[in-house]
Structure formats: structure tokens, C-alpha cells
């Protein structure tokens, strides 16, 4: 492949600013393994471009420091919710993964499920709860919520690495879990829990992506919580996971149907419930961890694509969409 110049986005303005600057170190080592030369943008949490330490002066139309393409490699809001991905649609430059409305599709739990939902994608059951009917009818609210079950998992509708979430096993700890979930957003999301395995399945491609081999999550707490995320030990990940040949498929399968009807392009990570055979989705990250470490390239090395030629694909895909893109502009 022709060696491109790559700016790589990293750091935002979300609480996974370190993640993102983590991945972002990975990602420009790759590329540059990969042949590519790399211009490194770090956004400050304040929310400011900076490359070279100098501002970047952005003009809509004229690119981004002269990159052929760039890769986005922000975590959370304002960076893997659409955000970032309209402000490159405007610079008019080719980018890395999913497009402003599969990215905000995404990042939001209700919205996401009520469209696989309607795809007849199987999921737990779950409610949505906005804070103004909540604080209008509190008990009304908690009545409608026993319908779940208990536990059930009480999340903000548009966060992730698992900030704010809480498991609530009894009645009473659904109000403070409301409340923890609504000082992060307005929007709440409240799962009946799920038991069994959680399954991950990293996915490659455009209009036609392919899916890893999926891996286990191993965890030793109760849930896969933001410490067992980020404490080095907390998470052991397991290729290929143990469950039957077919569930494997199953999960392969329901991966590369939750991506197109998402419409995401270039990669996604999506991540499963396995109770016995049954397999449920449970979200979809399109811009997961990105080290050469984390899940998803370690499924694709499973897999027998190296992390070098994953980013080579993934320039390619992006420099793909933005040309079939514009010729259906004319
Ligand atoms: N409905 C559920 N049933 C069982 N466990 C859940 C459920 N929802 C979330 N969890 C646990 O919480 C973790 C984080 O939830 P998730 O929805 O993936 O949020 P995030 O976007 O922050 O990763 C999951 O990996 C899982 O361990
Ligand atoms: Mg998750």
C-alpha cells in the first residue's frame, strides 16, 4: 500500500482522555511500522488541538496539516460520538471508523437498542428513564423498573469504560443508582442483568467486514467495572473463548449484523451476554482500546491479522469510504 501521512487524533475531552492518548501512542507506532508517517494532534481536556505544541487552526474544506487521512482515536463523548466525526466531514478529509450517525447511534444505550430492537437483535430487557419523568414521578418510575427484575444495571444512556454504572440487587439501591447515573446524563438506562459470559468480537471492513475470532472476558469482581478495566491484571482476556463451536459462530454472526445495521464503517469492537447457547448483544464500541495490547487488535492478532496490517487495512478503508462517498456527492 502507498505510505500515507496520518494525523492521529488522541487525549479529548471525555474521562477516557488517558485511554485515548494511550491508544493513540500505539496507533502511531504502528502506522509508522506500518510505513506510514504520522502527525500527532493531541486534544487537551480543555478541549484545544495542539500539534508541535502550537493551537491547530482548523478551515472548514482544507484538511486537517495536510493528512491524507485521519485517524480518531478519542474514547467517549465528544470524540466517538459523532462530534469529532462532523467536524472532518467539514475539514473534508477522509477519516478512520464509523461516520457522524453510527457514531452517535453508538455512544447512546437507548437508541442503540431500540434499533437492534427493531433488527430483531436478541438482548436483555431494559428501560429507558429520563430525568424530568423521574423526578415527576419517582414512584411511578420505580414501580415500572420491577418489571426487570433484580439485580439490574443502572448506566447513564451516554458514557463508557463503565463511569457511573452501578448493580443494584434490591429495591432500594435503584434510587441512588438513578441518581449516580443522572449526574452524568439526563438519560438513564436501566438492564435487567444478564448472567453467564461476557464475549467480545472485534469487526474490520466497510460494506463487507469480517469478524475476529471472539475472545472471553475473564474477570474476579462481580462485574467488568472501570478498576477491572484499568488495573493491569484486573481482566484476563481469553482467545478463543470457551463455549461450543456454534455459539462462536453465533456471536460472529450477530457481530457483523449489529455493525451494518448500526452503519458503521472501518472497525468496531461489539461485545456479548452468553447464558448457555443463548447469545445477546450488549453494546457496540466503534472506537474501542486501541494498544497493541487491548482486545481488539489482540483478536485480530488471534485471528492471524497482526496490529501493523490492521491499521494498513484500516487507512485503506478510510481513503475507500471517503472516495465511494464522494462520487455519490455528484
Ligand atoms: N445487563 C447487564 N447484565 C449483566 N452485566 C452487565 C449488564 N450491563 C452491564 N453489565 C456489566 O457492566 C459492564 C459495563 O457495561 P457496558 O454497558 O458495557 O458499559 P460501558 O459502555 O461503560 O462499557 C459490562 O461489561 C458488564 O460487566
Ligand atoms: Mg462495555
Redesign the pocket.
Known amino acids: 500500500m502507498t505510505p500515507s501521512r496520518v494525523a492521529v487524533l488522541g487525549g479529548g475531552r471525555s474521562s477516557e482522555h488517558e485511554v485515548s492518548l494511550a491508544s493513540a501512542a500505539s496507533v502511531h507506532a504502528g502506522l509508522e511500522n506500518a510505513g506510514h508517517t504520522v502527525v500527532p494532534i493531541e486534544i487537551g481536556r480543555d478541549g484545544v488541538w495542539r500539534c508541535d505544541g502550537d493551537t491547530v487552526s482548523l478551515t472548514p474544506g482544507r484538511g486537517l496539516e495536510g493528512a491524507d487521512v485521519v485517524f480518531p482515536v478519542l474514547h467517549g463523548p465528544f470524540g466517538e460520538d459523532g462530534t469529532v466525526q462532523g467536524l472532518l466531514e467539514c475539514l473534508d478529509v477522509p477519516y478512520v471508523g464509523a461516520g457522524v450517525l453510527a457514531s452517535a447511534l453508538c455512544m447512546d ?1 437507548v437508541l442503540f437498542k431500540e434499533l437492534m430492537a427493531h433488527a430483531g437483535v436478541p438482548q ?1 430487557d431494559y428501560r429507558a428513564v429520563r430525568v424530568e419523568r423521574y423526578r415527576a414521578a419517582r414512584d411511578a418510575v420505580l414501580d415500572e423498573l420491577q418489571a426487570l427484575g433484580l439485580p439490574v ?1 443502572v ?1 447513564p444512556a451516554r ?5 457511573g ?1 452501578a448493580r443494584a440487587a434490591a429495591r432500594q439501591e435503584l434510587a441512588p443508582a438513578l441518581e449516580d447515573a443522572f449526574e452524568h446524563d439526563p438519560l438513564a438506562i436501566v ?4 448472567t453467564g459470559l ?1 464475549l467480545e468480537c472485534s469487526v474490520i471492513g466497510n460494506g463487507e467486514p469480517v469478524a475476529s475470532e471472539p475472545g472471553e472476558i475473564v474477570i474476579s469482581s462481580e ?3 472501570y478498576q477491572a478495566k484499568y488495573t493491569p491484571g484486573g481482566m484476563e482476556l481469553v482467545v478463543p473463548a470457551r463455549v461450543p463451536e456454534q455459539v462462536r459462530e453465533r456471536v460472529r454472526e450477530l457481530a457483523l449484523e449489529t455493525f451494518i445495521t448500526a452503519g458503521c464503517c472501518g472497525l468496531a469492537r461489539v ?1 456479548f ?1 452468553v447464558e448457555d447457547e443463548r447469545v445477546l448483544v ?2 457496540l464500541n466503534t472506537m474501542p482500546g486501541f494498544t497493541e495490547t487491548s482486545v481488539f487488535g489482540a483478536l485480530f492478532a488471534a485471528s492471524g491479522i497482526p496490529y501493523a496490517e490492521l491499521l494498513d487495512r484500516l487507512v485503506g478503508l478510510a481513503l475507500e469510504r471517503y472516495e465511494a462517498e464522494r462520487k455519490h456527492l455528484h
Not at 458514557?159 to 463511569?163: C, F, K
Not at 438492564?191 to 444478564?194: D, I, L, R, S, V
Open positions: 444505550k436483555v444495571f448506566k458514557l463508557g469504560s463503565s463511569v454504572i438492564e435487567a442483568a444478564a461476557e462485574w467488568y467495572d461485545d451476554f450488549n453494546e
